[in-house]
């Protein structure tokens, strides 16, 4: 199936610091890319949907000053967390799916903690 | 709005046993239904899905049907093996997904299952 890779799979990082998640597609060109959060036990909710060339759509209650998502190209989405804050750690994952096909496929994910 | 109940877990079972995971959602029209699996360490994977009322989806011994009247789409498998043991998640998309949002996905929480030697 396809392969999508996202980079760091764990970042610890200093509160005030800014944290870059990358999202990569290495088999097919992504016109579309999700963004998802899931607390511990919990399950994984949607933060944005980022289409290439376009600004990212987000969902009702996620700040989008604080998660800038930019999706450059077809195989590339980065999601950054500015300033992060200690209740900004949790575990992020992406997805990616193509025009015309409706299956999504997942990153591994990234375990961001602030300190 | 839509929503995604999954069973509680963990599941625990030993290697052999029957296998069901409970789900039901709430959605207007007909969405799609799908089941996710992640393995340890790995990212979700599709393990299958199914599209329109009475449809079954099947992959790997596992399967689920597609159940309008009831709004359930339960995970079963007749005989687990170790290797399955991951978390389960139940998943829809809704009917008319499109424009800026395509293809949004509402999960349920994630069941764990442990199958046993």
């Known amino acids: 199936g396809a392969v999508v890779s996202q980079h760091p799979s764990w970042v610890i990082c200093k509160s005030g610091t800014s944290v870059k998640i990358e999202c990569r597609s290495l088999?097919?060109?992504?016109?579309?890319m999700f963004w998802y959060r899931q607390f511990p036990k919990q399950s994984l909710m949607l933060m944005a949907t980022s289409n290439e060339g376009s600004k990212a759509t987000y969902e009702q209650g996620v700040e989008k000053d604080k998660f800038l998502i930019n999706h450059a190209s077809l195989t590339l989405s980065t999601l950054t967390v500015t300033s992060a804050h200690p209740e900004d750690s949790s575990f992020y994952i992406c997805?990616?799916?193509?025009?015309?096909?409706?299956?999504?496929?997942f990153g591994a994910g990234t375990r961001l903690s602030v300190l | 709005g839509n929503s995604v109940t999954q069973m509680e877990g963990p599941v625990t079972l030993s290697e052999e046993a029957f296998l069901t995971i409970n789900c039901t959602y709430t959605?207007?029209?007909?969405?799609?239904l799908f089941w996710y699996v992640q393995y340890p360490g790995e990212g979700l994977q599709l393990l299958l899905k199914?599209?329109?009322?009475?449809d079954k989806g099947s992959n790997k011994g596992f399967e689920a049907t597609y159940r309008k009247e009831t709004t359930s789409f339960h995970l079963e498998k007749g005989s687990v093996q170790v290797s399955d043991s991951a978390v389960y998640f139940c998943?829809?998309?809704?009917?008319?997904?499109?424009?800026?949002?395509?293809?949004?996905?509402?999960f349920g929480q994630g069941t764990i299952l442990t199958v046993h030697p």
């Open positions: 998943a829809l998309r809704a009917a008319n997904a499109g424009g800026t949002s395509y293809g949004k996905l509402t």
């Open positions: 199914a599209t329109k009322a009475d």
């Open positions: 997805s990616a799916t193509w025009r015309a096909q409706n299956i999504q496929y």
């Open positions: 959605a207007t029209g007909y969405p799609s």
């Open positions: 088999d097919f060109q992504a016109t579309t």
